[in-house]
């Protein structure tokens, strides 16, 4: 499922003629500890970015943006994928140029509901614009089928 949200986010990049960002396994990691945490306390909450920015791990990184997404049951990929583009603070950070890598962590609870966080970078040596903040338009959304990977 992460790597189908990871994979969704560089095709609506692509259409907008912006360029990909690379998957990062530390990012992944704080995605899919932060997913697991969500599911634990049940709150769907933003981390303190400035904290997890000063991690050991994230030592090559200048800035992150985070996404987060719950629902109460099994959904595709696709579901969170679309949820974050039609909203303008999501969306901002899946198209925003300055970002250069992304790591996507899923947490399919045992009560099924689904906990899922996007976690993008920018690198010390982003040969990247600034990170702009910036909402784009929601059309045309390059993925808009709420298909894809699940939790099995």
């Given at each position: 499922?992460?790597?189908?949200?990871?994979?969704?986010?560089?095709?609506e990049r692509r259409a907008r003629d912006l360029e990909p960002?690379?998957?990062?396994?530390?990012?992944?990691?704080?995605?899919?500890?932060?997913?697991?945490?969500?599911?634990?306390?049940?709150q769907l909450e933003h981390q303190?970015?400035?904290?997890?920015?000063?991690r050991e791990e994230l030592a090559g990184f200048t800035g992150?943006?985070?996404?987060?997404?719950t629902a109460s049951g099994p959904v595709p990929a696709g579901v969170a994928h679309v949820g974050w583009m039609r909203s303008d603070d999501h969306r901002g950070n899946v198209?925003?140029?300055?970002?250069?890598?992304?790591?996507?962590?899923?947490?399919?609870?045992?009560?099924?509901?689904?906990?899922a966080?996007?976690?993008f970078g920018r690198t010390v040596d982003?040969?990247?614009?600034?990170?702009a903040g910036k909402t784009p338009p929601v059309e045309p959304i390059a993925r808009p089928a709420e298909d894809g990977a699940t939790c099995s």
């Open positions: 499922m992460a790597r189908d949200i990871f994979d969704r986010v560089n095709d960002v690379e998957w990062n396994g530390a990012l992944a990691g704080v995605a899919r500890s932060w997913s697991e945490q969500m599911a634990g306390t049940g303190d970015m400035r904290e997890v920015l000063g992150l943006g985070e996404n987060i997404f198209l925003d140029p300055g970002w250069d890598r992304l790591g996507v962590g899923v947490f399919c609870a045992p009560d099924g509901s689904v906990w966080a996007q976690e982003a040969d990247r614009p600034p990170v």
